[in-house]
């Protein structure tokens, strides 16, 4: 379909009100799904990101990795385990984590780079920016009883420091992170994505998180298109999750969303992925897309 300049126009007069409420807020990405796999949406992921820079925002990325490391490892020949979830990660896995997670970071800068945006990629190590911790590994067994297993270099996060990204936004540089934190020994920790997204989004006073996911958004029909929640309150979560309507991978999304609103966000977002441009559907437009989580 073809637009109009009229059509054009009424789109820009639109997005107007949007651009100037969110002018000089800070926006965090948490940037994975099938977003990163598919080319043409991680271009239009990437040309968002650096609309949104250019109109007066500053987007914060942080990106995950999982498929890509899994696929390393099976080249390598090495086996991959998971518990609850986190992947075993054994000093050799860890270097496959570094290693393909810095690949995919400066892969990320480059493409905005190359889309006409500016960014520099970071990791939790440049200037000490996620301290973290080991992070036990808690097995529910059959008795609902949990033990504890070793997980290896799986950590969570103690603190963020937010003078980098302050000083790199001030400057006009869109910081993408990879979630690799920093021990106390100088080792590193592979740590949840969602969760370094959202410890970062509280660091900076984020007004928005936006974590990007391979559904519609929170459903109260588990499978239900048509039952999308368009927004959800934060006190309503506890009982959603108690319900069963929400499982798997989207309850810790949905914690992390809770977590960051504690923590100062203004809102949260778990949107789709799959769609082209789905982050400026939420930012620049009256309907906005997927699920919207406010205190």
């Known amino acids: 379909m073809v637009l109009t300049a009229l059509e054009k126009a009424g789109i820009l007069v639109e997005a107007l009100p949007y651009i100037k409420k969110f002018w000089g807020k800070i926006i965090v990405v948490k940037y994975g799904g099938h977003a990163m796999l598919n080319c043409e ?5 990437m040309t968002d990101l650096v609309l949104m820079k250019y ?15 899994s696929e390393m490892l099976k080249r390598l020949g090495r086996e991959t385990s998971f518990v609850n979830g ?8 860890m270097e496959v984590v570094e290693m393909v997670l810095g690949r995919l970071n400066k892969e990320i800068a480059a493409l905005i780079n190359r889309l006409g945006g500016k960014a520099v990629g970071l ?4 200037a000490n920016l996620i301290a973290a ?11 609902g009883t949990t033990v504890e297993q070793d997980i290896g270099y799986v950590g969570q996060v103690v603190s963020i420091n937010p003078e980098l990204l302050f000083s790199v936004i001030r400057q006009g540089y869109i910081p993408v992170v990879a979630p690799i934190g920093l021990g106390a020994e100088g080792e590193g920790y592979n740590i949840n994505a969602d969760t370094v997204a959202g410890k970062i ?3 900076l006073g984020a007004d928005k998180l936006i974590i990007l996911t391979d559904v519609e958004g929170i459903m109260t029909e588990p499978g239900d298109k048509n039952s999308v929640i368009s927004v959800l ?22 914690e992390c969303c809770v977590a960051a609103l504690d923590g100062g966000v203004k809102t949260a977002h778990i949107l789709d992925g799959r769609i082209p441009h789905v982050i400026l559907l939420e930012v620049f437009t009256d309907e906005g897309a997927g699920t919207m989580v406010i205190p």
Do not use: F, N, W, Y
């Open 41 to 45: 949406l991680k271009q239009a992921v």
């Open 55 to 69: 109109v007066g925002m500053h987007p914060v990325v942080v990106h995950g990795g999982g498929p890509g490391i």
């Open 86 to 93: 986190l992947r075993v990660t054994d000093a050799e896995t």
């Open 123 to 126: 990791c939790g190590k440049d």
């Open 133 to 143: 911790v080991k992070k036990p590994g808690l097995v529910r067994l059959a008795d």
């Open 201 to 203: 989004a509280e660091a």
């Open 233 to 254: 309150r934060r006190e309503e979560v506890p009982a959603l999750i108690a319900s069963g309507k929400i499982s798997g991978g989207m309850i810790p999304k949905l």
